[in-house]
Structures are given as C-alpha cells and as structure tokens.
C-alpha cells in the first residue's frame, strides 16, 4: 500500500518496501478462486483461470459443459505446466452448487473470489424480435442468466461474511446499456445482474465484500462464428459501432476481473466497468 506525503509532495510505499504493484503481491497469492461458467464458451474461464493461477490463488474452473471444463484443464496445463482443478457440475441441481462450494471451502479453509461468465451463446444466432417470443423463451433466459447469478451469490456469500472477506465479480453485456434488436429480454436479464451487483455492494460492504460487475462488448467467439453465416454478418455489422474498430480479447476481459479480485481493486465496489472498446461510454 502506498501513502501520499504531504510535506515532501511524493507517495511513498509504507508496506510490502521494494515491492512491485503487481496482482501477485497485491492479494491474489493464496487466495482461493471459484471460475463458475455456463453456456458462454471457454474463452474466458480459460484465459481467467491461467491468469488468476499464474498469479498465485488456487483455482477452480466449473461449468455445466463438462466439454468446456476438459478444454480448460488442458489450457491451463499447456500455459502452466499443471491444470487448475476443473469440474462440471448441474446447475440447476438444488444441492449441486452449495455442495460444490462447501467442500471447496473445507479443502481450502476459504474461498475468497467469485467469479462468473454466464450466457446463452448457443442461443446468440437465432434470436427472434420480442413479439414472436414465447414464455418459455423468457424462462430459458431467466434461468440461464439471473437464477444461475443468484445461486453462485447466495452460495458464496455466507463464508465471505464469516471470513469478512470476498470479491465477486460477474461478467455481463453492454446489450444491458444498449437497445439491440432481438436481444430485448437478453439485455433486461444482463441489466438486472448488474443491478443485482450494485444493491449487492450495499448490503455486503461491511464485511469487507465488493461486488462489481465486467460488461463485454462485441467478442469474436469461433462458436458463434462456425454457427451461421448470418452470425458473422452480425458480428461484421456490430463491430462498426465500436470506436476501436476490433473485438475484444478474452485475457483483456480477464485481467480486468482478476485486477478486481485483488487488493489493488479493494476500493472498486458497486460498478459496471464496460471493456468494450468504447462501445459504452460513461
């Protein structure tokens, strides 16, 4: 941590001397991560999980694909030398995730970050304008965005309080800021997560729990892609309207949350940070 000196006019490091700023001496040697995905790729869970165990926590990787779990693990060991600890669970299993992160915290003694990457990238090529959608579509989106986003956050949060610690994180879209066709129930799901976050940062800051939430933009993904030429054309469309003329790259969206995790983002709380090459503006 550093300190400003008034009389000489400098900042000056009063702990950790001669120490670098960086996310490993920063809070997240030791921690213990949770890279919760669903229905959203490998991308991010992957690079995320090679960033945050690269700088020291212990990771562990779960989605309801247990395709997307084995290309993590195998991603991981690639960059690193060893896999972080991956495992494909039912989220939609009463017990499944409350069980899954008891026991990670009895082999831990702690779990300090959440972190969560939720969509319906499937879903992505043929949504359908408002009017044409049907209940059961509202349903899919609700369970598959919010329900998810309430499970992981109510499962966490009781040993963060206890522990009076913790750093959740959830990735969500700029379709929450933005009016785009035919993602009209996508978007609402997206902004309610993000509202969800910030009243979430209210009731949790005195146990020394920050809340935040990493909005992506238009993110070149191979499965969307590969799906349809229409997919593409999107995508084509989309990008014109972001000022840095690129997609983004999974380990920009990933450093962003991991800078969250750590102590470095201790005084972040409350926000939606858009990484979207200027997509959004605030």
Known sequence: MFSCDSDSGSCRETEKTGRFLTLRNNGLK?????VASHRSGKCIPSELSQILAAEGAAVYAVDSNPKVTQIVARETE?????????????FFD??????FVRRVEAREGRLDILATDFGLLEFMHHLTPFHRQGRDEWEIQY???????????HAVLPGMMDRAFGRIIHMVSDTGRLGVPRMSVYGAFKAAVSSFSRSLAQES?????????VSLGVQEIDELKSSSKEAVTKLDKTLK???LRRYSEPEELAYMIAFLASDLGAYITGQTIHVSGGLVMT
């Open 30 to 34: 030791g921690r213990v991560a949770v």
């Open 78 to 90: 690639e960059a690193l030398g060893s896999p972080v600890m991956t495992e494909a669970l039912d």
């Open 94 to 99: 009463v017990e499944s995730i409350s069980l």
């Open 143 to 153: 369970r598959n965005i919010v329900d998810v986003t309430f499970r992981w956050t």
């Open 205 to 213: 800051a005195r146990y020394g729990i920050t809340s935040n939430c």
């Open 241 to 243: 309207l972001v000022p």
